[in-house]
């Protein structure tokens, strides 16, 4: 705003009429108040002749003054809740980027790059309001062309204003003078006063007819009025409460699911016969997990399988029970306890499967799997793993028992078969399966993952502790580290003593 616009805008500022008059009330007020009591004795013997003029004009030129200056710091004060009492385009001072073209009655919004920081000033003018009532007569408009309903009312609550659509919600001809808080109960639970008077934003969600509102009550302390502008959100409360619905069914079925493959697992008292002294550490990270495990006896053979399929939640479920089916098939209906066998027939079958239908032939789909095979006659293990190993403790000692770097599924060495480790088993060994959900999971101070060394260590620290001690620990670390931070896979941990 140029020096000759700066100058008209405050010049108008000063002149207003109602406020000059109230001004000059107030003033004349003051300073003849001031006056006598600087002159008691003009007021003991009342006589014109007695005033001295100039301390008179003084004494209230000094009061008329402050007020106008008030007036205009009030007025100039351009704030975001604000309503505008001029018609103009407007600059933020913070930024001098962004401009805002304001009309009479209108609320000041936020400058959207400074925000709070907003400082408007005005860039250009085009009109004043003469009267709060012209501001009361701008908002009157504005409502009357808005399709939402809005309502202006005072601190008790009557209706001063509303517009056509807030007459055609809530039924009625006219809502001047009707008392809001008993035509919308849902509106007592606010102190208007307390809005009124701290230009407060409330906001409330209503259901009329059917429909859904969200109200937002606005205080406006210059007029002492509350605006409430009504918005219709029927079309996204159905829309949420659909998907609420849908996201609950699709839970159900997801814990149906989870049913169903407990039930594919292999049974707790099953595995207890075979393996009496060992532990399962299992979590899936969603409900259902791409994880699994697989324990069952051949004659003298106990297998045991640590799996992990690709994914995790539904798509890891799926895959999960894909491999149990097959590992049944193979190990169960034909009997193959080979720990090398058993792998390649695994991926053969699965790339078979996968590639059935229209299933596309390139997707690596798959699983990585450590299988130990214990032979109870000779006392023995033989191993194979794909990408997972095996950790043997013996004598306060861990060895590796690496696996072969492929997985079970469709992948450039896939022609390529597994290789087979055996090893034979001593009293009190202890070996351990698992899948990658326990070493990738992030936690600590720094946020980082617990990684392969952390949990060798676990192993080698707990493991001459009981077995069942040892698996609390391991459980209880995993809480410890993962304390605030989200599970990133499946967890699957099996430990056996010998």
């Not at 103009?88 to 009655?105: E, Q, R, T, W, Y």
């Not at 792998?343 to 299988?371: C, F, H, P, W």
Request: net charge neutral; proline share 4%.
């Amino acid at each position: 705003m140029d020096i000759k616009n700066s100058i008209s805008y405050f010049l108008h500022l000063a002149t207003e009429k109602r406020t000059v008059f109230r001004a000059f009330f107030i003033s004349v007020i003051v300073g003849l108040i001031l006056y006598m009591l600087h002159q008691p004795q003009w007021a003991a013997s009342f006589g014109f002749g007695k005033i001295h003029v100039g301390k008179v004009v003084l004494s209230v030129f000094i009061p008329f003054a402050l007020i106008i200056l008030s007036n205009i710091i009030s007025k100039s004060n351009l704030k975001p809740g604000n309503v505008s009492h001029i018609d103009a385009l407007l600059k933020c001072n913070s930024c001098n980027k962004a401009d805002f073209h304001v009309h009479i009655g209108q609320e000041l919004e936020e400058c959207p790059l400074c925000k709070k920081e907003t400082k408007w000033i005005p860039k250009q003018i085009f009109s004043f309001a003469k009267s709060d009532n012209e501001i009361l007569k701008s908002l009157a408009l504005f409502a009357r062309h808005n399709p939402q309903p809005l309502f202006r009312i005072d601190v008790n609550g009557m209706i001063n204003g509303s517009n056509p659509a807030s007459e055609n919600l809530l039924a009625q001809t006219s809502l001047a003078g009707q008392n809001i808080l008993e035509l919308l109960p849902e509106l007592k639970q606010f102190n208007l006063e307390e809005i009124i008077k701290h230009d407060e934003v409330k906001e409330v969600l209503i259901s009329l007819k059917g429909n859904f509102y969200n109200l937002l009550l606005k205080g406006v302390n210059s007029i002492n009025t509350i605006n409430i502008y009504g918005n219709d959100i029927t079309k996204i409360k159905l829309a949420e409460q659909k998907i609420q619905n849908q996201a609950q069914d699709i839970k159900e079925s997801i814990r149906y699911a989870w049913t169903i493959q407990k039930a594919m697992l292999s049974n707790d008292k099953f595995v207890e016969e075979i393996l009496p002294s060992r532990f399962i550490m299992y979590r899936p990270r969603n409900v259902v997990s791409g994880d699994f495990y697989w324990i069952n006896q051949i004659r003298n053979f106990k297998i045991i399988i640590a799996a992990d399929s690709t994914g995790h939640g539904v798509p890891g479920a799926f895959m999960s029970m894909l491999g149990i089916s097959i590992l049944n098939e193979i190990i169960l209906r034909e009997k193959l306890v080979e720990p090398d066998v058993i792998l390649n027939q695994l991926r053969t079958r699965i790339i078979e499967s996968l590639e059935t239908g229209s299933y596309e032939k390139n997707v690596q789909d798959g699983m990585d799997v450590a299988l130990a095979v214990i032979n109870t006659e000779n006392n023995s293990l033989s191993f194979a793993g794909a990408f997972n190993p095996l950790v043997l403790f013996r004598n306060n000692q861990l060895k590796i028992i690496e696996a072969d770097d492929m997985p079970v599924g469709k992948h450039v060495n896939d022609q390529i078969p597994f290789s087979k480790k055996q090893l034979d088993l001593q009293p009190n060994d202890r070996f351990y399966l698992f899948t990658d959900g326990y070493k990738d999971q992030f936690g600590g101070e720094r946020d980082k993952k617990f990684g392969m060394k952390a949990f060798k260590n676990l192993i080698l620290e707990t493991g001459s502790l009981p077995i069942n001690k040892q698996h609390n620990i391991i459980e209880e670390t995993f809480d410890e580290w993962k304390n605030g931070y989200e599970q990133v896979d499946d967890v699957l941990v099996i430990g056996v003593e010998i």
